[in-house]
Structures are given as C-alpha cells and as structure tokens.
C-alpha cells in the first residue's frame, strides 16, 4: 500500500519544528526514524497533510546523564541507546528490555521518543518509563512542560501531547544503588509485538512491577513488604483489575495467567 499524498518539510532546529506545529496543527506530524508512523502511512490509518522530519536537528541528538536521571534526545536511536556505554549500570531495565524491541535494523532507525510517543501497550520502552517513573518533555511555541509516564500515555496509541506539541527528550530516573530489576515477555516470535511484557524493580522492601499488553496502557502495581504466601494473591488481584480482553492473538484468561506466571518469577528474580 501506499501513503496518501503529503508535504515534507526537514527542519534544523526545533523553534523551526514547533512553528510549523502551531501552523498545521493535526494536520501535521513529527517524524524522526518512521519505524512506527510509516506504517500506519502505508496502511492509511494516518493522513498528515504535511511530515515535519526532525532527524536532523542536533539538539535533540544524544544521550545526557547527570547525578539523577539519563535524558535521551528525540532522535536517539533505540541502537544508539543500547550502544551507550552507561546504560548496563545507569538504566539496566531498559537494557535488558532493548534487545526485544523489533530486530537490530529497526532499533538502528527507531527512536526512542517514537516509541513512546506511539504509545503501543505492548511497547517496550513505554513500560519501562511508566515503571521507572520518568517523564517526556513537550515543547511547543506556547510553553515546554514535562509530563510523567503516567500522565503522558493515556490510552492505546493515545498521548496528552497536543497537536501543537512535539517530544523533545525521554528522561529516565537513573538506578538506585541498592535497587535490583528484571525483564521478560511473551511474543510468538522474537521480534514481535509483546503478548505480555512484565518488568519488575525491587528497592529495600518496596516492590514494583509493570505490565505491558494487558491494558490499554502500561500499567504500575507496588507493593511494600511483599511476603512469599501472598504473592499469588497479589498479582492475581493485579491481573484482574487491569481487564485485558480477546483478540487474535491471546485470550483475556491467558494474559491473566502470563502476568501471574511471569510476575511471580520477575519478583523471585529481583530477591536473589
């Protein structure tokens, strides 16, 4: 299939990127690497008048850490991120969840603010914003703001960004010392779409654990002084509460049965 016509504008700075936003509105859209908007070019389920090409602009290239957080630039490629000589230590969760995201020619042309700005359920790095608790800045001619994960995606393929908004950067909180994390997913094939994804952070006796794929997007449960007994109990009462439902590739039962089966392992993991 083919796209339906469209202007293509490359932008070199960012002022340039949100005039062009203020002037076209929801009829235009950002894109850097394409790995998820393209697609929905191709298959019409998106109609911008005019494509705003951002890859270019060097200020919202790389990757920046400080005492706290790392803050990743909106055309940071997912294969930069996890070439990053920091990111085993400053952000282990999202490296052990990287190497799940499509294959390596994808990760080496998708962003990572794309794919939080897709805002997939199933998506990878979404869930490890929302369990981490970062945020993404927005910028537009009217202000720049941050919102946290759990105000940011608030629903399948839906963002609070406005129309005349663009993401600027991701940020992720850095590691805590005496933290410990673990990752996994259910997919048919690697590469594919999580059925299930499931991350878990454990810091002293506070427990954390994120769902992908059940809801319609991730969801963050956290539990203190999380005893051995009542595990099942509380990932079952987890499983429920986030829904899920039907569809071609999995029942609402089977998603349930994931999230406690993996929930389980990924809290035992992080206590050894």
Same mark, same amino acid.
């Given at each position: 299939m083919k796209p339906a016509p469209f202007d293509y504008i490359r932008v070199d700075s960012v002022d340039e990127a949100v005039e062009l936003l203020g002037e076209y509105g929801d009829?235009?859209?950002?894109?850097?690497g394409g790995q998820s908007l393209m697609p929905m070019l191709n298959m019409?389920?998106?109609r911008p008048e005019v494509l705003i090409d951002i890859a270019r602009v060097p200020e919202l290239a790389g990757i920046k850490s400080d005492a706290n957080a790392v803050t990743i630039g909106a055309v940071t490629t997912q294969g930069a991120l996890e070439e990053w000589d920091?990111?085993?230590?400053?952000?282990?969760?999202?490296?052990?969840?990287?190497?799940?995201?499509g294959h390596f020619q994808t990760r080496n042309r998708g962003t990572v603010c794309g794919s939080l700005c897709h805002a997939d359920p199933s998506s990878e790095l979404p869930l490890c914003l929302a369990l981490l608790g970062g945020e993404v800045e927005l910028c537009s001619k009217r202000d720049t703001r941050r919102l946290a994960a759990d105000d940011f995606q608030i629903g399948v393929l839906t963002t609070a960004k406005e129309p005349d908004?663009?993401?600027?950067?991701?940020?992720?909180?850095?590691?805590?010392?005496?933290?410990?994390?673990?990752f996994a997913?259910?997919?048919?094939?690697?590469?594919?779409?999580a059925i299930v994804a499931v991350a878990a952070m454990?810091?002293?006796?506070?427990? /954390?654990?994120?769902?992908?794929?059940?809801?319609?997007?991730?969801?963050?449960?956290?539990?203190?002084?999380?005893?051995?007994?009542?595990i099942d109990d509380a990932l079952n009462d987890f499983a429920w509460d986030m829904g899920g439902s039907d569809d071609i590739h999995a029942t609402a039962r089977f998603r349930r049965e994931l999230v406690r089966?993996?929930? /389980?392992?990924?809290?035992?993991?992080?206590?050894?």
């Open positions: 009829d235009a859209r950002i894109i850097a019409r389920l998106a920091g990111l085993a230590t400053m952000l282990p969760i999202v490296a052990q969840a990287l190497p799940n995201i908004e663009m993401a600027t950067c991701a940020i992720f909180p850095k590691a805590a010392e005496d933290a410990s994390y673990a997913e259910f997919h048919r094939r690697h590469g594919d779409f454990r810091s002293g006796n506070t427990v /954390r654990l994120a769902v992908g794929g059940v809801a319609d997007r991730p969801e963050v449960r956290e539990w203190q002084g999380l005893e051995n007994n009542v089966h993996m929930g /389980r392992q990924l809290i035992e993991e992080t206590a050894q």
